[in-house]
């Protein structure tokens, strides 16, 4: 289609007053060859009467507005779908923000470089034509524990299709390795049987939710409504479990047309492979694993028996009753260590959090449970127990087989018959000390899956991973507090473990919300709208 442009200056608005108009218009038929009109008010009826008879006899279809902020007017300053607006802001951008005594030469020329890059963007582009796109509304939901299931069923029950793909051959994720649950509802004080069951019932049950179990993606290549994405065997090997390699050297050829470029091979791989499903979006619900706490020698972690992790502890507690590994002799009284202590005293394990300090509450009210004589040491740095898990901290505290100090552990040591001393000192007694136990639990972190591989398996040029800022220590988010469950990648969504520590309730939630942001990319994809967090807000601020 051929391009026909024609600029129009408004002097409304103090603009005129402000600008030598005459000298800004030789600008745009001078230097841009553009045929150029000036208006009062190009927002008023006249001022659109004006374009619009350019646009019906002149098949003017690029239009050049040199007025007010993008930000308003757009009804006024829009002509309909065949005509492009390019518009330079010289009321607010230049007269407006000029002071009460302007350099004029300097204002001139900073309304002339506006009017410039107007009119140079008008002239390289081109009026959208549309193309058939085959789009697709299905919902691919990575990881099959609490977030993964819950975001399916949310998502099912909006009337969506979802494929929901487990790498392990059962649903559920840590979940079904609890023996309870913390709180969820008042009084906040005692645990409760996991739901985990009855989700996956739930699921299971739902007709319009398909289980890939045993299965892992190999490769996602596209873009929101029309993902390529393939699959493989659980722990297999795929082609494409490596990125190709590019170099700044072959950068360089590939841009000089030298060098086929090597990732092309992704694309062609997507297309060929006849496994590749098509998907609109993508949850990322793959959750965490249990930080590795061996690097703390003086714990005694992989070395003495008796020392486990909270995950550790957790499967005994489902298996039955308290036992010590060593001699399977029942467990009358525990340590649970909070913090590596020693070097750092002042730090907890890598990735502790909230959720850990809870876990540890949680299992001293096992040992509890089970033995009325039975005696819980807690040892922290730091005990988080945020909303209404400071009432079940509270309930411990008054526990009197629970006892709670800030301790940093200086060493595990293992007497003849199995049994440990925990030594600890800077204790809230102010001495140092020692404690006799059956068994150390240590609060292990949760590390998100992202940190150690391509979950994903982009078929990007940015590579296979989500980027890794630092700054989120590798947790699937761009901005925990702006931008809740949007990641690096346009169309993949991240919620529950892998985006950050959460409880049951705050994980059913966080992936609620990653579902409801699928739908809404999808259906944004389907109008043609940009999948973005701010895509289509039209605010703005109100000076006075």
Not at 112 to 139: F, H, V, W, Y
Not at 245 to 264: A, F, H, N, S, Y
Not at 361 to 371: D, F, P, S, T, V
Not at 469 to 493: K, M, N, Q, V, W
């Amino acid at each position: 289609m051929s391009i026909k442009h024609s600029a129009y200056i408004c002097t409304g608005c103090g603009i005129g007053d402000g600008l030598d108009i005459e000298a800004l218009a030789k600008v745009v038929s001078g230097e841009k060859k553009m045929p150029v009109k000036t208006h009062p008010f190009l927002c008023s009826a006249e001022g659109r009467g004006m374009v619009q008879e350019d646009i019906d006899k002149e098949g003017v279809n690029s239009v050049v507005i040199g007025a007010c902020s993008f930000r308003v007017k757009q009804d006024e300053l829009s002509y309909g779908d065949g005509v492009m607006v390019s518009r330079a802001n010289l009321r607010e951008q230049v007269v407006w923000s000029a002071g009460p005594d302007p350099d004029k030469d300097r204002i001139q020329e900073l309304a002339s470089d506006n009017m410039r890059m107007a009119c140079t963007r008008a002239a390289k582009c081109a009026i959208p034509e549309a193309q058939a796109q085959t789009l697709t509304k299905g919902i691919l939901v990575i990881g099959g524990g609490i977030a993964g299931l819950t975001a399916a069923r949310e998502a099912a029950k909006a009337g969506y299709e979802v494929t929901l793909v487990e790498k392990t051959g059962e649903l559920g994720g840590f979940a079904r390795t609890w023996r309870k649950q913390l709180p969820t509802k008042a009084p906040w004080t005692d645990l409760e049987a996991p739901m985990v069951d009855s989700l996956v019932a739930e699921v299971k049950a739902a007709g319009n939710i398909t289980i890939k179990l045993n299965t892992e993606v190999a490769r996602i290549a596209g873009a929101p409504g029309m993902f390529d994405i393939s699959f493989k065997a659980a722990g297999s090997k795929s082609d494409w479990d490596a990125p190709p390699k590019v170099t700044k050297e072959m950068e360089d050829l590939i841009e000089k047309g030298q060098l086929e470029d090597p990732r092309k091979a992704v694309k062609h791989y997507m297309e060929s492979n006849p496994e590749a499903s098509k998907f609109g979006t993508v949850v990322l619900a793959t959750g965490w694993r249990p930080a590795d706490v061996s690097e703390f020698a003086h714990l005694g972690h992989g070395t003495l028996k008796n020392v486990v992790t909270n995950v550790e502890l957790e499967r005994m507690a489902k298996a039955g009753r308290l036992t010590r590994p060593s001699d399977g002799k029942p467990v009358t009284s525990v340590a649970f260590v909070q913090s590596p202590g020693a070097k750092e005293h002042d730090k907890d394990f890598p990735y502790a959090n909230s959720v850990t300090s809870s876990v540890t509450l949680k299992q001293a009210k096992y040992l509890r449970e089970e033995n009325p004589d039975a005696k819980a040491y807690i040892l922290y740095q730091h005990m988080r127990t945020p909303g209404n898990m400071e009432l079940f901290y509270k309930a411990a505290q008054n526990d009197d087989g629970i006892f709670l100090t800030k301790a940093a552990v200086t060493g595990v040591s293992e007497a003849g018959d199995g049994s440990l001393t925990v030594a600890m000192e800077d204790t809230l007694l102010g001495a140092s000390t020692s404690v006799d136990v059956d068994l150390v639990v240590l609060a292990a972190g949760m590390v998100p899956t992202t940190r150690d591989a391509a979950c994903l398996n982009l078929a990007y040029r940015q590579g296979p991973a989500l980027i890794d800022l630092d700054l989120f220590d590798g947790h699937a988010d761009s901005h925990f507090i702006c931008f809740p469950y949007e990641t690096r990648r346009t169309g993949i969504y991240a919620c529950g473990g892998v985006r950050k520590a959460m409880t049951v309730e705050e994980t059913m939630d966080d992936a609620t919300g990653a579902a409801l942001k699928a739908i809404q990319c999808i259906e944004s994809a389907s109008r043609g709208v940009a999948v973005h967090p701010r895509a289509g807000d039209k605010t703005y601020l109100e000076f006075f």
